[in-house]
T-cell receptor, first 113, second 114 residues
Framework: GDSVTQMEGPVTLSEEAFLTINCTYT??????LFWYVQYPGEGLQLLLKATKADDKGSNKGFEATYRKETTSFHLEKGSVQVSDSAVYFC????????????FGAGTTVTVRA | DVKVTQSSRYLVKRTGEKVFLECVQDMDHENMFWYRQDPGLGLRLIYFSYDVKMKEKGDIPEGYSVSREKKERFSLILESASTNQTSMYLC?????????????FGAGTRLSVL
């Protein structure tokens, strides 16, 4: 079945450091790919998405590129801030079942001042 | 602004109790979902609903049921709570159009079953 694997955390960084969170997927066909973020005490919210190969999603300084050849959707940010401390979830939506999302386990990121 | 409201942030219940978790969305969305979130496991889908009075099992429906009597409200029911149902529960909704992949989440209900 469809599945998402993302790097395990927790990840601790200093402010202005470079952040990357790896995400790979297994799916039938060509899924849509998402990154959701959960700030402390809140529900998840969409950070960015990409719906076809080579698409780049971007938001709030974060970027991720849909790589079909490596079945990956790695999240990157060039200079993190304390406010980026959160749990990040990679997710996919399969074309045959596109109401449902399959989530990765989540990666906890802590940014220190 | 989009809003998904879960009735309780924290609940403490005893084993064997019947538990109701309520979720209301104000976006006129067709689709609603219940997940549980556990460390290291991410989000797992319990049940979802495409329309009023319609429900579908997700990946882990055992021990749960749902009710959707009105479009805006989706309730999760634990018929007889057990300690292994201690978890964070998240409700979400999506529109029934091209934006249907974008799920909007409530803040979650942290349930402890003693």
């Amino acid at each position: 079945g469809d599945s998402v694997t993302q790097m395990e955390g927790p990840v601790t960084l200093s402010e202005e450091a470079f952040l990357t969170i790896n995400c790979t997927y297994t799916a039938t066909g060509y899924p849509s790919l998402f990154w959701y973020v959960q700030y402390p005490g809140e529900g998840l919210q969409l950070l960015l998405k990409a719906t076809k190969a080579d698409d780049k999603g971007s938001n709030k300084g974060f970027e991720a590129t849909y790589r079909k050849e490596t079945t990956s959707f790695h999240l990157e940010k060039g200079s993190v801030q304390v406010s980026d401390s959160a749990v990040y979830f990679c997710a996919l939506s399969a074309p045959t079942n596109d109401y449902k999302l399959s989530f990765g386990a989540g990666t906890t990121v802590t940014v220190r001042a | 602004d989009v809003k998904v409201t879960q009735s309780s942030r924290y609940l403490v219940k005893r084993t064997g109790e019947k538990v109701f978790l309520e979720c209301v969305q104000d976006m006129d969305h067709e689709n609603m979902f219940w997940y549980r979130q556990d460390p290291g496991l991410g989000l797992r889908l319990i049940y979802f609903s495409y329309d009023v009075k319609m429900k579908e099992k997700g990946d882990i429906p055992e021990g749960y049921s749902v009710s959707r009597e009105k479009k805006e409200r989706f309730s999760l029911i634990l018929e007889s709570a057990s300690t292994n149902q201690t978890s964070m529960y998240l409700c979400a909704s999506t529109a029934g159009d091209q934006a249907k992949n974008i799920q909007y989440f409530g803040a979650g209900t942290r349930l402890s079953v003693l």
